[in-house]
Structures are given as structure tokens and as C-alpha cells.
């Protein structure tokens, strides 16, 4: 097992970023996500297309973890990154500001704060509460997904199938584009939002790459669709009173689990 490596002696690789943003200026709009000229790779049914999620936030102290950008989430990415490019905007800046299109807002920050702050997240990180760290603009907080560019199924937003370990196309994006962000930022919380995002992050955990006492796992997702888990997981609903479909009783496990995971980490640091 390879040790953790500290971040400041790595420099991301901005390659693949810099070919094709070149590409993105001189695309028609309407073809930014489905033109050849834009697929970095396929195989059967699967396609993965660029979209300039590529910026890292070198001094984030959590990183959120998704599966992949959406297809609407990439073409307001490749948007933002085109304006920057037609300002004559450098390579970093426009990656930065296309990745500002990826932040969470509305109920679903909202809700991904509330159940932060209730494990006790912002108190080990030295704040009253996680808006702090989820402001806008904030170097704080890392957006990221296990596979870092937009794969699509049958021209579908890839939802999880096929098995991105299993597949090895994905499993490669795994293994060098969240592996490079894990080296980045080795000293952050990493909070997957879901099982397939946390199975990826425990794959680079068992490479050496990440800790796992540092991977927040059992968190429900924190959209609106999943507004009942959440309202047990923080308390506002009694686990008696939750759908069999909720499972309560997970959620308060997971509750009680994290709790402790991040007090002994908060212990640790001390």
C-alpha cells in the first residue's frame, strides 16, 4: 500500500483541461456535449464527453462527492468556461469559474448543512456552522464526483450502471482523476452522496490514497426528493411516525456512527 502523500508537492495535470478548451470556442452550443470532437473516450454504449469540471480547490477542508455531472450541470459548465475563454481568460480561470456552476444552492445546501453541523462537522473544523464553510466563493469546500467528467448510457445521464468498478472505463477515470484529487487533499473530510460514490472513494482508500476514518459514510442524500430520510436522520421526525421505505432505523445507526466518527477525529486533531 502506497502512503499518503502530502499535497503541496503535487501539481494537477491540466492537459487534457487545455486541449479542450480550445475545442469548446469553436463548437456551435448546441454540440458542446454531443459533438465527436468533445467524447474523450467510448465503448459500446457508453460515452464519456469533456466538460471543464477539472478546477480543485487546493485548500479544501471537505470535499462532496457525487456520481458525475449531469448533462444539464455540464452544458452550464462548458458555457461558463466558453465565456471565460472569449475574455481571454487563462486555462485556471476559466476551469475556477466553470466549476462555481457545480456549488449546491437552495434546499439542497440547506439540508447537507443541517445534518453537517448535527454530527458535529463544523465544530471539529473550527466554525459555529457549515454555512460558513459553504459560502459562496469559498475555498473551503471541494465539489467533485467519482467520475469527474459526464458519462452518459445510451446517450443517458449514467446513473449508476453499469457497476463503475466492474466497467474499465470508469474504473480508470477512478483511478486517475478522483485519485489525483484524493492526492491533492489528503487532510480533508470526503462526504460521497451515496453508495456508488462511496464504494469509489473506499476503492482509493484500500490503494493508500485516502484515510478511511475520513470518509463520512451513511449521510442520506441531502436533495428534496429524500426530504424524509433527512428530517429522521436530524431529529424533526420520529422514526415510528418514517415509511417502512425510509428504513429509520439506518439512518439513526448511521446518525450515531458518523457522530462518533467525528468526534474521534475532532478528538484526534486536538
Do not use: C
Not at 48 to 65: L, M, T
Not at 110 to 137: Q, S, Y
Not at 169 to 195: I, S
Amino acid at each position: 500500500m502506497q502512503p499518503i502523500r502530502s499535497s503541496k508537492a503535487l501539481e494537477q495535470d491540466l492537459s487534457l483541461a487545455t486541449a479542450y478548451l480550445g475545442r469548446i470556442a469553436v463548437t456551435p452550443a448546441a454540440d458542446l456535449l454531443d459533438s465527436p470532437t468533445m467524447t474523450i473516450a467510448r465503448d459500446g454504449t457508453l460515452r464519456v464527453a469533456y466538460a471543464p469540471f477539472d478546477h480543485i480547490a487546493r485548500n479544501a477542508r471537505i470535499v462532496i462527492v457525487g456520481i458525475t455531472p449531469g448533462r444539464a450541470q455540464a452544458l452550464n459548465a462548458l458555457l461558463a468556461a466558453r465565456n471565460v475563454t472569449e475574455r481571454a481568460g487563462h486555462v485556471p480561470e476559466a476551469l475556477a469559474e466553470a466549476k462555481l456552476t457545480g456549488s449546491f444552492s437552495g434546499p439542497l445546501r440547506a439540508n447537507l448543512i443541517a445534518m453537517l453541523d448535527a454530527i458535529g462537522v463544523a465544530k471539529t473544523l473550527g466554525v459555529e456552522t457549515m454555512a460558513e464553510v459553504f459560502r459562496p466563493g469559498s475555498q473551503d469546500v471541494h465539489f467533485t464526483s467519482a467520475l469527474r467528467y459526464p458519462v452518459f448510457v445510451n446517450g443517458q445521464n449514467y446513473n449508476g450502471a453499469p457497476d463503475m468498478l466492474k466497467t474499465p472505463l470508469l474504473r480508470q477515470m477512478v483511478e486517475t482523476h478522483l485519485a489525483e484529487e484524493a492526492r491533492m487533499l489528503p487532510d480533508a473530510l470526503w462526504l460521497p452522496l451515496g453508495p456508488r460514490p462511496e464504494a469509489a472513494l473506499r476503492h482509493l482508500a484500500g490503494q493508500g490514497l485516502l484515510d478511511r476514518k475520513k470518509i463520512l459514510s451513511g449521510l442520506p442524500h441531502p436533495s428534496g426528493a429524500n426530504a424524509e430520510r433527512v428530517a429522521v436522520f436530524l431529529g424533526r421526525k420520529p422514526p415510528e411516525l418514517a415509511s417502512r421505505q425510509t428504513n429509520p432505523a439506518k439512518l439513526l445507526s448511521a446518525f450515531k456512527v458518523l457522530s462518533a466518527q467525528i468526534a474521534a477525529l475532532k478528538g484526534a486533531s486536538v
